[in-house]
């Protein structure tokens, strides 16, 4: 008799436990928390440092950064004088739960009103892994085509928000973007999308009205 032995539901309910716990942390704390997910060179950073300038004077942001290794992006982030905490995985593909506890007796908590987690760049293993964020943030670019909706459906399916970033070089790439709507649509009906782009600014007044909106509402769940 064979027998087979399934590790991915109690490794993944292991994890949920622990995101649970991060939720909990935050709402006591009164952060709203939103995990940023994308493949590499999307412009996650970018993303981040373009949204903090645009945040009013009283909302402060803090980040924590997930790498394979270095922390360059965590010193450009420092650099604007947001507090950020390194994550290096080491290898391992995506943050997980446990890995972002860790992380927070490092955060000034209290002192935020909003956290942004920048996963790992990748487009399979992340969404797999709750880490106790009140919103996942998908963000998606030009360069990288309009098929990703239809290669990388869990990706997709698992997003509060999409964010089509580098939206200057659409024409450049002969981007579709009715072809990348309806994949979109078709793996995470009524999901909201923001063409944008980091580098001239356009398209991030809708953007900065969601994430207020966002921001508010989870302020009145609490």
């Given at each position: 008799m064979t027998t087979t032995i399934t590790v991915a539901q109690p490794i993944l309910s292991a994890?949920?436990?622990?995101?649970?716990?991060?939720?909990?942390?935050?709402?006591?704390?009164?952060?709203?928390?939103?995990?940023?997910?994308?493949s590499p060179g999307a412009g996650k950073?970018?993303?981040?440092?373009?949204?903090?300038?645009?945040?009013?004077?009283a909302q402060r942001p803090g980040v924590i950064e997930g790498d394979l290794a270095s922390r360059i992006d965590?010193?450009?982030?420092?650099?604007?004088?947001?507090?950020?905490v390194q994550i290096n995985t080491g290898g391992g593909c995506h943050l997980d739960a446990p890995m972002i506890q860790t992380a927070l007796p490092a955060l000034p908590l209290p002192d935020l009103d909003l956290l942004f987690i920048e996963n790992v760049g990748n487009l399979v293993c992340p969404a797999n892994f709750a880490l106790g964020?009140?919103?996942?943030?998908?963000?998606?670019?030009?360069?990288?085509?309009?098929?990703?909706?239809?290669?990388?459906?869990?990706?997709?399916a698992s997003a509060t928000v999409v964010i089509l970033n580098k939206a200057d070089l659409l024409a450049v790439f002969d981007f579709e973007l009715d072809y990348?709507?309806?994949?979109?649509?078709?793996?995470n009906p009524g999901v909201p999308l923001f063409v944008l782009s980091c580098r001239s600014g356009a398209g991030f007044e809708p953007w900065m009205q969601w994430l207020a909106s966002a921001?508010?509402?989870?302020?009145?769940?609490k």
């Amino acid at each position: 008799m064979t027998t087979t032995i399934t590790v991915a539901q109690p490794i993944l309910s292991a994890n949920d436990a622990v995101a649970a716990a991060n939720r909990a942390a935050f709402d006591a704390a009164g952060v709203t928390v939103f995990n940023l997910m994308a493949s590499p060179g999307a412009g996650k950073t970018s993303f981040i440092l373009a949204t903090a300038s645009r945040l009013p004077a009283a909302q402060r942001p803090g980040v924590i950064e997930g790498d394979l290794a270095s922390r360059i992006d965590a010193d450009r982030i420092a650099g604007q004088g947001i507090p950020v905490v390194q994550i290096n995985t080491g290898g391992g593909c995506h943050l997980d739960a446990p890995m972002i506890q860790t992380a927070l007796p490092a955060l000034p908590l209290p002192d935020l009103d909003l956290l942004f987690i920048e996963n790992v760049g990748n487009l399979v293993c992340p969404a797999n892994f709750a880490l106790g964020a009140h919103a996942n943030i998908v963000i998606a670019s030009a360069p990288e085509g309009h098929d990703k909706p239809y290669k990388y459906p869990g990706m997709f399916a698992s997003a509060t928000v999409v964010i089509l970033n580098k939206a200057d070089l659409l024409a450049v790439f002969d981007f579709e973007l009715d072809y990348f709507g309806r994949g979109l649509q078709m793996v995470n009906p009524g999901v909201p999308l923001f063409v944008l782009s980091c580098r001239s600014g356009a398209g991030f007044e809708p953007w900065m009205q969601w994430l207020a909106s966002a921001a508010a509402a989870n302020r009145e769940r609490k």
